[in-house]
């Protein structure tokens, strides 16, 4: 799928001038994303858009072409794939709607789109898409000029307005991406083709879907199998009431699956499924960002003794094992804390203000035989009642998140403020850490992650 992600040239049919139309959309994101590759507009009747010369139609385009991006009247869409055919463009983008989804006549639309594709050997994202996007080539070819930083999370989303906003969503979070694609009605290329693709895709490391119904179970159970062998796949899938089916039905015009079928092959090949969107890209963050517990073993470290207890609970319940602290490390801890502290997993700091302190006994515990480790309440004091203690909070909030690279063991950082109002958590972020503002999700996080690297270590051995 080289042309379709890294294209050397594109054309737009159905760019224009009206600012609210798409294909005027796409093309002034192409072009104010930094996308540096040629751009060929297609309009009859314009000259120029956006300081690019306009051709009549595509066959008039003097270059070969990578990828087209069609945005015309769905009657016109067959008319001009053949011209792209004509000029071997190997990828189109169906931008239009009024297809499948609409009923017998746009079925019939559709299947003319496809019949043209395959005697061109075009293949076909969509229709009834909203495009494609690629931060390592700035292919911003959507409908969103937000687009997020560069990273390592791709996200494949059967739903375009869900896609493009998560888009938004994720640039505003920090968020980094490698690739996005809104496939449409997949009436060619299909989820599970770029869910492969994308499990061999070096800058991603985690694959998101965002599914609202399955169109070839067999071809999907495949993907997810060899996808899950080489990264993590994390899936939100909707329409899994009998009214979100029939929603899913008129959006797309594809066929509901039954739920339970699903989540079994979801849990058989350890595919992550996510509640909703803000869960997906929590879980798909920590994925990216943190490494695979090697096991079950936790250590917790809190700024008060309420959340340790929640984290406690939290953790028996998902068969996350808060080990007892030996001997070497109660020694090292009691040169940190004052005498009262408790001695115990999990490490209550007594609301000891001096970040060092936090900085040494989580070193401590990634240096031992602990899996993991939650941080929880550290910098709270200095965000809401010490301001003096937050240049040295932020200092610390660097130092942690360097043990992490260097112990190669996760730290599940617990903020309640958030990054909004925590210079600590602003600066955990930035320096590569997530944050999490309630115990459960990190819990929950954390659970997951060791599951999958459990799932991971068991298919090797069998290889």
């Not at 009247?73 to 609409?102: D, M, N, Q, W």
């Not at 009834?128 to 996007?133: A, E, K, Q, R």
């Not at 005498?339 to 060092?356: F, G, H, L, Q, T």
Request: charged residues 20%; glycine residues 8%.
């Amino acid at each position: 799928m080289k042309e379709l992600f890294f294209p050397q040239s594109i054309c737009i049919a159905g760019a224009s001038r009206d600012p609210a139309a798409l294909g005027h959309i796409i093309l002034k994101n192409l072009v104010g994303g930094g996308y540096a590759g040629r751009i060929f507009p297609v309009n009859p009747h314009v000259d120029s858009l956006l300081g690019l010369r306009c051709y009549r139609s595509v066959k008039e385009i003097p270059e070969k072409l990578d990828l087209a991006i069609i945005a015309v009247p769905a009657a016109i869409v067959s008319a001009v794939l053949t011209e792209c055919g004509e000029k071997k463009t190997p990828y189109a983008v169906i931008i239009t709607s009024g297809f499948r989804e609409t009923g017998e006549k746009g079925r019939a639309l559709e299947n003319e789109a496809l019949r043209v594709a395959r005697d061109y050997g075009i293949r076909i994202v969509g229709p009834n898409c909203m495009g494609v996007y690629n931060s390592y080539n700035n292919l911003s070819a959507t409908f969103t000029s937000l687009v997020p930083k560069q990273g390592g999370v791709s996200f494949i989303s059967q739903s375009g307005a869900v896609g493009t906003t998560m888009l938004a969503w994720a640039k505003k979070e920090g968020i980094g991406f490698s690739k996005f694609v809104s496939i449409g009605n997949e009436a060619d290329l299909s989820l599970p083709e770029l869910l492969k693709y994308l499990a061999t895709d070096e800058p991603t490391k985690v694959i998101t879907i965002y599914m609202e119904s399955v169109r070839d179970g067999r071809l999907l159970i495949d993907a997810f199998r060899s996808a899950s062998l080489n990264k993590p796949v994390i899936v939100m899938k909707v329409g899994t009431t009998p009214v979100g089916a029939s929603a899913a039905a008129s959006h797309t015009g594809a066929m509901a699956v039954e739920d339970a079928v699903l989540d079994g092959v979801l849990r058989q090949f350890c595919i992550i499924r996510a509640r909703d969107s803000a869960e997906l890209f929590e879980l798909a963050t920590s994925f990216a960002s943190l490494p695979l517990p090697r096991g079950r073993s936790v250590g917790v470290v809190s700024s008060g003794g309420g959340w340790a207890v929640e984290c406690a609970d939290l953790l028996e319940a998902k068969s996350l094992n808060l080990q007892p602290l030996p001997k070497d490390v109660l020694e090292l801890i009691d040169g940190i804390l004052p005498a009262y502290w408790s001695r115990k997993n999990p490490i209550d700091m007594v609301a000891v203000s001096d970040a060092e302190a936090y900085f040494l006994t989580v070193k401590t515990l990634l240096e031992r035989d602990y899996d993991m480790v939650f941080l929880i309440g550290y910098g709270v004091l200095g965000s809401i009642a010490l301001p003096t203690l937050i240049e040295r909070d932020v200092e610390f909030a660097v130092r942690i998140s360097e043990l992490v690279r260097r112990y190669k063991k996760p730290v599940y950082v617990v903020d309640v403020l958030g990054p909004s109002q925590s210079d600590s958590a602003r600066a955990f972020e930035r320096s590569g850490l997530p944050i999490f503002t309630t115990v459960k999700s990190a819990v929950d996080v954390a659970a997951e992650m060791a599951r999958y690297g459990e799932y991971r270590g068991r298919e090797k051995s069998r290889s």
